[in-house]
């Protein structure tokens, strides 16, 4: 299928996202995640950590809002209903708790053709309120032929 | 932890798995959480987040390898698609250990299929 790569390195504004408790609660309960470091505030400071800590696959939720406007950006032109999610990175620094204030940056890592398919790379880039690399990601997308 | 040690980790995803991570995710899309949309698309009926399936994998890491602060990277593929009321197992095995990261290859199985396969994971040690 034909891609566009204009926007390849494309750089999509800040997305800010405020960790809260009772969110990391929730999120950790649909993952089957039942630490007491996730779900008793108590428990995760008498462990060393300010408040409840975030599952590492929390990063899901601070970064997806940043990556929307990539995903339905005319100029990327992605068929949402043939999308496929292909492949997943995350690398992960200092653990996220609730309290952090996450800053994340999408950027438009690259757009390909694999035989009848399009891929698109999403690259992000998280940071809390020390400015310290909480969590990078790689997002790869893959859309059938319409 | 040296080459070769394996864990395991075994789930049954609920009938409403999916819409409790829709609203816990914020990842709406109807294919998991509208049966009827999901077989207008093709699809068997409601299919699992494949992030969903991918913390199921997380999961296995860091109960298995001493808490969340140990994974510092994880990748994987997504296949096939995941299902409600059928047991998921996540397998791990340690692949070298180096002085201070180990490397771990992973899997996730249901049905007979791997729905993530080529995990890849660094433990920080």
């Given at each position: 299928m034909a891609v566009n790569t204009?926007?390849?390195g494309k750089t999509y504004p800040p997305s800010l996202y405020a960790v809260g408790r009772e969110k990391v609660k929730e999120y950790a309960a649909a993952v089957g995640e039942h630490s007491p470091l996730y779900h008793d505030h108590l428990a995760a400071r008498a462990a060393g950590f300010d408040d409840v800590v975030a599952p590492p696959m929390f990063a899901v939720v601070f970064t997806a809002r940043a990556i929307m406007p990539a995903l339905f950006d005319p100029e990327v032109g992605i068929d949402f209903a043939r999308m496929v999610h292909g492949s997943q990175e995350f690398r992960w620094g200092p653990l996220v708790v609730a309290g952090d204030e996450i800053t994340t940056v999408a950027t438009i890592d690259d757009i390909s053709t694999r035989g009848e398919m399009g891929v698109y790379v999403f690259a992000t880039e998280s940071r809390n309120q020390r400015d310290e690399v909480v969590c990078s990601g790689v997002w790869s997308n893959l859309v059938r032929p319409g | 932890m040296k080459p070769g040690d394996e864990f395991e980790l075994t789930v049954t995803p609920d009938r409403f798995i999916t819409v409790r991570y829709a609203g816990a995710?914020?990842?709406?899309?109807?294919?998991?959480?509208d049966e009827e949309f999901a077989r207008q698309v093709g699809l068997p009926g409601r299919i699992l987040h494949g992030l969903w399936t991918m913390a199921q994998v997380a999961r296995a890491h860091t109960e298995a390898l001493?808490?969340?602060?140990?994974?510092?990277r994880l990748s994987v593929q997504f296949r096939g698609m995941g299902v409600m009321e059928s047991e998921i197992v996540v397998h791990g095995i340690v692949r070298e250990v180096g002085e201070d990261r180990a490397i771990v290859d992973s899997e996730a199985r249901q049905n007979g299929k791997r729905?993530?396969?080529n995990g890849e994971a660094e433990i920080r040690l």
């Open positions: 204009a926007a390849i | 995710s914020g990842d709406f899309n109807p294919i998991h959480i001493g808490g969340p602060d140990k994974l510092e729905i993530i396969r």
